[in-house]
């Protein structure tokens, strides 16, 4: 894996500091009920079975009040 080098340079004001990340080496593997959520989700997107945020509030809001 290659390292890269950074050139120390003088501070002018403000500076937004580099962000850490951390790296993962595991892969992970979805369960079978997660598979089939995806798969069923998929499904009613194809199918047109999805609301915007604006209509399930309208439902909700019809349901509490």
Known sequence: MATKSYKQTEPTGM????PVV????????LTDSERKLIMRSEED?????????AEVDKMVEGWLY
């Open 45 to 53: 997107i194809q199918a047109g079975r999805v609301y915007t945020q």
């Open 15 to 18: 500076q937004a500091e580099e």
């Open 22 to 29: 951390a790296y993962s080496q595991s892969v992970y593997t």
